[in-house]
């Protein structure tokens, strides 16, 4: 089973948060693309953007966050993060 976490935070409290599971046969990557789009259709957020470093960070610690530097728009709250809890 995948699971991701994902919270989002504002002045260092969470103030949302979901669980999106995958059970499916596709690829890690897949897998994490798949969640994103469920978690920014939960939050209805913009599809926030991978820069280097975020991408980085998700390869070395299964947990990345997205900043204001990652969105398009404009956000209410300080950052998104990303968290793997369980993987196949």
């Known amino acids: ?7 989002i935070w504002k ?17 890690r990557t897949q897998k994490v693309f798949h969640a994103m789009d469920e ?4 939050f209805d957020l913009g ?3 991978w820069l280097d470093k975020t991408v980085k960070e998700f390869q070395d610690h299964s947990r990345a966050r997205f ?3 990652n969105f398009i728009e404009s956000i209410d709250f300080d950052y998104l993060e990303i968290q ?5």
Do not use: C, L
């Open 39 to 42: 978690i920014i259709y939960t």
């Open 47 to 49: 599809k926030p953007i």
């Open 11 to 27: 002045n260092n409290h969470m103030i949302k948060d979901t669980v999106v599971e995958d059970a499916s046969d596709a690829g």
């Open 84 to 88: 793997m809890i369980e993987e196949d």
């Open 1 to 7: 089973m995948f699971r991701m976490w994902a919270k």
């Open 67 to 69: 900043y204001q530097d």
